[in-house]
């Protein structure tokens, strides 16, 4: 054998090995591409608790992490009869979908009763045999589609403008929710408050400051299933004229008491108009947003005993919904509502508690610095802003008049003084209302104990007459 030859199987391996690489890093390389569209990890199906449908529309999660979902569909089962609710195929896989099913006035024959909701979610795998992997959920509902009933028992002629107003009424006992609407605002009702009427519910609503004056207000009942029932609510708006003001700002007010506001070093840079806007725009509606929802969280029952008290020996020195516009270099730069009002007394003047109630939020709150925030039952709180010294904590009771604090210039605040405001359920009122026992007696007191409208109606016209007639003798 020559040497050549020799030579010839030792060629021959590193093509063989060479042909073998290939193929496994093809193979790799095919797993790799392909493995994920071979997942066999089924979507997922999330049904709503619910157990009735009605025709509030009701909305079903579906998720899938692998290759994606490629077709949802929804279908009722009534009566022996199917009808498709949902049925969507997705190009391109999707990874989640919400979809929404309701009844439509195209499902012909539906009526109340049992029912069966089928949901099938399939992705896009190419698992057994090309078709993917599904999944698929069932429940078993009642259709409810009639609405609860609400009927009104008092309710008030006369509201003033960013005032409150009070409701009694009874609603049927599937309701869930119930209240009143106004706009874009919802004040709920409360029950077991009205005196020998433990199914009667009572809500104070406010018409707001912000809500235009041909706005409708309605009572409102709403069953599990989103059957909504809603009634018109008559009244008289009121005019309460508010004020508007212009206010010169300095560039040491922005620099002493607006940028230090600013949690963020960054933030406090630039020039000082751009800080006064991050502040009057943006720290602003961050505190706003934050009194709002710590304000709608209220005790169910009533924890305040008549008229609500002004700090003692204090001044008004500024009213409520206020509008004012900010002058800077002479010029308007921004504006906002002044929702309380601003009490002057001396320096560092202990604050009293307006009524007696609970501590919901006693610490800092931004551009109203130290502040207190009581919650007096029913969706009703009071706000104490600007404190040099906070007394309380959350979760203390407390007692009408009882220290909370000392004022101060906390805040925003130029000077010391106390900030003074009432809030129903989020929304910022008009104050001056809960300090007259005369207010808290015609419209709030007679319901409370369980009298018709038409009874304090008649009360207050019987009333009307005797007042003319004092004058007359006068």
């Known amino acids: 054998m020559s040497a050549f030859e020799s030579d010839k199987p030792g060629r021959k391996l590193p093509a063989i090995i060479f042909i073998f690489l290939v193929i496994v890093i093809g193979l790799v390389g095919g797993a790799y591409y392909l493995g994920p569209r071979f997942e066999w990890e089924a979507p997922q199906i999330k049904l ?121 009424y009874k609603s049927s006992a599937d309701t869930v929710t119930s209240g009143v609407r106004v706009g874009d605002y919802f004040f709920p009702g409360f029950q077991g408050q009205i005196k020998a009427h433990p199914d009667h519910f009572i809500a104070l609503f406010a018409h707001p400051y912000n809500v235009p004056v041909d706005a409708k207000a309605a009572l409102v009942a ?103 516009t900010y002058i800077y270099n002479n010029e308007p730069i921004d504006n906002a509502y002044h929702l309380g009002y601003d009490l002057s007394v001396t320096r560092h003047y202990p604050v009293e508690a307006a009524n007696s109630g609970a501590v919901t939020f006693a610490g800092d709150l931004g551009i109203y610095g130290n502040t207190v925030i009581m919650d007096h039952g029913l969706g009703l709180f009071t706000l104490y802003s600007h404190l040099s010294s906070i007394d309380v904590k959350v979760g203390d009771s407390i007692k009408q008049r009882q220290i909370l604090g000392k004022t101060g210039e906390t805040g925003l605040a130029v000077g010391d003084h106390l900030h003074y405001g009432v ?20 419209n709030i007191n007679p319901k409370l104990e369980g009298q018709s409208g038409e009874a304090i109606a008649e009360s207050q016209q019987s009333k009307a007459p005797h007042k003319a007639a004092r004058k007359r003798r006068r």
């Open 48 to 168: 709503p608790d619910s157990d009735v449908l009605g025709l509030a529309p009701m909305e079903i999660g579906v998720t899938d992490r692998g290759a994606g979902l490629k077709s949802v569909t929804a279908t009722l089962s009534i009566g022996g009869s199917e009808h498709t609710l949902v049925s969507e195929q997705y190009a391109q896989p999707v990874t989640e979908k919400k979809i929404t099913v309701a009844l439509s006035s195209k499902l012909t024959g539906v009526k109340e009763g049992p029912a069966v909701l089928r949901v099938s979610a399939r992705d896009g795998s190419l698992w057994k045999f090309f078709r993917g992997n599904e999944t698929v959920n069932q429940k078993h509902l009642t259709i409810d589609i009639t609405p609860p009933t609400a009927e009104l028992i008092a309710d008030d002629r006369y509201v003033n403008f960013g005032g409150v107003g009070a409701i009694v």
């Open 222 to 324: 709403t069953d599990k299933a989103g059957n909504t029932r809603e009634m018109p609510l008559v009244y008289e708006l009121k005019s309460v004229k508010y004020r508007k003001s212009t206010i010169a700002i300095s560039e040491n007010f922005i620099q002493s008491k607006m940028a230090p506001l600013l949690n963020d070093v960054g933030a406090r840079q630039g020039a000082s108009k751009d800080v006064f806007l991050r502040v009057n725009r943006g720290l602003r509606k961050e505190n706003e947003d934050k009194l709002a929802a710590i304000t709608k969280k209220s005790t169910p029952s009533i924890l305040w005993k008549g008229a609500f008290s002004q700090l003692s020996n204090s001044k008004v020195e500024a009213n409520f919904a206020d509008e004012r």
């Open 423 to 442: 809030y129903l359920h989020g929304v910022a009122v008009l104050p001056v209302e809960w300090w007259d026992q005369k207010w808290i007696n015609d």
